[in-house]
């Protein structure tokens, strides 16, 4: 139960909760904790979600698998992260991509009731609750008006000048691996390097692996207005 709790504490549910706070709610609940190997399927595509996973340790993508055999993945979590939150109290409660393990891991599950009973006991669960609810929705509106640009240009144009409004600094530190922030845009990997490359050769940036430093804000303001 130690280990559980001490994985807990660095989850968002559990924000400003002590480790006897969170003791005490897990211990009225019913729960359950299942390891995955790497590459094992933790949930299929269009499998019903009764449950809430938490990421205790290891890692997790969320990919789109096509009939083709290929894959992208759309999100990776590790320790802290939480899936199915969006689902579990929707009406269509079903899985929109397929959840397999990165590589090890242990996934706690608490099921649709016991949630409802964890955010009645504590207001501050619930209060969590929304919080995540209400930063996915931020997030798939920032990706929606990503999608509306037609260019791949103006779509990596628009990330980076939306990342350094997030984190109010013109050098930007990536948090998410190229792949990850492509398949958020719907381009292909290749593609949004090709770009930033091309970014770079105007000046308007400069780029390593994990940053982007921006050379040159109001000539790229003008280049997605263009």
């Known amino acids: 139960m130690k280990d559980i709790i001490n994985k807990l504490q660095g989850n968002e549910f559990f924000n400003n909760h002590t480790d006897e706070e969170i003791e005490k709610l897990i211990s009225s609940i019913g729960y359950s904790v299942k390891a995955y190997r790497k590459g094992e399927v933790i949930a299929n ?3 019903v979600c009764n449950n809430l996973g938490f990421v205790l340790d290891g890692a997790i993508e969320i990919q789109r698998i096509y009939l083709s055999g290929k894959q992208i993945t759309l999100k ?3 320790n802290g992260d939480v899936f199915g939150e969006a689902l579990i109290f929707s009406k269509k409660s079903k899985y929109p991509s397929t959840v397999i393990a990165f590589n090890d891991c242990n996934i706690l599950y608490i099921s649709r009731s016991d ?3 964890l955010c009645t006991m504590d207001e501050r669960v619930l209060g969590n ?3 995540a609810l209400s930063n996915k929705i931020l997030m798939l509106n920032s990706k929606i008006k990503s999608i509306a ?3 791949i240009k103006h779509k990596v144009i628009n990330y980076i000048l939306e990342q350094a409004k997030a984190q109010k600094s013109e050098t930007i530190n990536l948090k998410e691996s190229k792949e990850e922030i492509a398949s958020a845009m719907g381009i292909p990997r290749p593609s949004l390097s090709r770009e930033l490359m091309n970014l770079r050769d105007l000046n308007y940036i400069e780029f390593d692996r994990n940053v982007i430093k921006i050379l040159k804000i109001e000539e790229l303001e003008e ?3 263009d």
């Open 45 to 47: 595509e269009e499998d």
């Open 149 to 151: 640009f037609k260019s």
């Open 76 to 78: 990776r979590l590790s």
């Open 115 to 117: 949630i409802l009973k």
């Open 223 to 225: 280049e997605l207005f």
């Open 129 to 131: 609750f929304m919080s």
